[in-house]
């Protein structure tokens, strides 16, 4: 097993000004990277550096590309009844599913240290996605009975059964 990198072992104050110069810079000129940390004190190789650098931008992005097919589900369906938060879930689910397919087949020790955090992983969400569902019940549950309270008050005040009509579909969001 090839040993850590110089880089993961950095202060966490110089490897996010690494990270961020790397960013800023575009992921390049890896030399003047070496020779700034040389300045601040530690001694790491170019190549090393490209290869974390590498390593982050795919990183960044597969980050990237989840968050816009996040936005694509967003747009294309709204939040309607949950949708949104299914498929973000689905969408975590099959990300974590390729982990661990790759992680199987190129290192088997780490499959086998992170499969059981996976499997907590996926209940937590499957548990909050129930939770958002019962809340989102209750919610319309509270919506409705508030829409009946005030549809009683408004006939009883006077107005036609069209008016209390709409006004009960805009509380409910009917429209």
């Known amino acids: 097993m090839p040993s850590r990198s110089k880089i993961t072992k950095l202060p966490d104050v ?5 990270d961020k110069r790397l960013i800023t810079g575009s ?3 890896y030399r003047k990277l070496s020779d700034w940390l ?3 004190g530690f001694e790491i190789s170019r190549s090393a550096i490209n290869r974390y650098g590498q390593a982050f931008e795919d990183r960044l992005a597969a980050i990237k590309v ?10 294309a369906v709204g939040d309607n009844e949950g949708v949104m938060n299914d498929a973000l879930i689905s ?15 190129s290192d088997p020790v780490a499959f086998a240290k992170i499969f059981p955090k996976m499997g907590i992983m996926v209940a937590k969400l499957s548990k909050a996605s129930v939770d958002q569902k019962k809340w989102m019940s ?16 408004v ?3 006077g107005m036609s059964e ?11 969001g009917i429209v």
């Open 66 to 75: 989840a968050s816009e097919q996040a936005r694509a589900v967003s747009e």
């Open 14 to 18: 110089i490897k996010r000004e690494l």
């Open 38 to 40: 040389q300045e601040q």
């Open 27 to 29: 992921f390049s000129d």
């Open 91 to 105: 969408l975590v689910q099959e990300k974590a599913f390729d982990v661990l397919v790759n992680l199987q087949t």
């Open 138 to 153: 209750e919610a319309k549950g509270k919506a409705k009975d508030a829409a009946e309270e005030v549809v009683k008050a």
């Open 162 to 172: 069209k008016t209390a009509e709409e006004i009960r579909k805009k509380i409910l």
């Open 155 to 157: 006939k009883k005040s």
